[in-house]
């Protein structure tokens, strides 16, 4: 489903993101716009992105972490698709937000981003998806912002950061570990790494990474203020 290409000054944004952590990061560089943190579910994505569309904002967004699809898209790439997929729906992102968030960059990927409502640990998960659907990437957010674009007749766009490899699996912990509100279940942590204490390590690097991509994440959008239509839609 495409939407109109957008015919107006885009200057309040609506943004959707996964965590807490993701929003305070975001906030530096879009002081005023209306932003919600999902928690990473499904029900806090669906609601947070239905808000957001009735809160006064003339586009939306969904910025934060994915994980990569495509095989050889390193930790830390760019996304900003030009679609989002959510099994057999299709949305077109819109082509003035994409150019505004520099979509059309040499060192961005774009293509499809799909949508998941649940978290994919292992890499054979992850070819299936790619086999089945041809996306660079997964996220939890951006097939809800799609359908609330839609519904309300906003544009949006889509700016995400691989996390985890296709040729990484997760520990099992990673299913687990966030609390609704987007903080850390410790509870859950705790029994997890107790049952399979060999899940730390990769608990580490998983931290690292996502760590790493929110910093690549900011520093793209950080560049980006340099163009006018890029200011315009932070001030």
């Not at 305070?24 to 239905?50: D, M, N």
């Not at 095989?71 to 030009?82: E, F, K, N, Q, R």
């Not at 850390?184 to 029994?191: F, H, S």
Request: glycine share 8%; proline share 6%; aromatic share 4%.
């Amino acid at each position: 489903m495409a939407l109109a290409a957008t015919q107006f000054p885009l200057s309040r944004p609506g943004i959707l993101v996964g965590l807490k952590a993701e929003a305070r990061l975001v906030r530096k560089v879009f002081p005023h716009a209306a932003i919600a943190a999902s928690g990473a579910t499904r029900a806090g994505a669906e609601r947070e992105a239905a808000r957001l569309a009735q809160c006064g904002v003339n586009c939306l967004l969904s910025f934060g972490l994915a994980a990569g699809l495509e095989p050889g898209l390193p930790a830390g790439s760019i996304v900003i698709p030009d679609t989002v997929v959510d099994h057999a729906e299709r949305w077109k992102c819109d082509p003035t937000l994409r150019h505004i968030l520099g979509g059309e960059l040499s060192t961005v990927r774009g293509g499809a981003l799909l949508h998941s409502d649940e978290v994919v640990l292992d890499t054979a998960h992850k070819a299936a998806l790619h086999t089945r659907f041809n996306c660079v990437a997964l996220d939890m957010e951006s097939g809800f912002l799609a359908r609330a674009a839609q519904e309300s007749g906003l544009p949006f766009a889509v700016l995400r950061v691989v996390c985890d490899p296709a040729e990484r699996s997760l520990p099992p912990v990673a299913a687990t570990v966030l609390s609704p509100d987007g903080g850390l279940n410790i509870g859950a942590l705790l029994r997890s790494l107790l049952r399979d204490p060999r899940q730390i390590a990769a608990l580490i690097r998983l931290g690292q990474d996502a760590t790493q991509a929110r910093r690549n994440m900011i520093g793209f959008l950080e560049n980006r203020t340099r163009s006018p239509a890029f200011q315009r839609l932070t001030a």
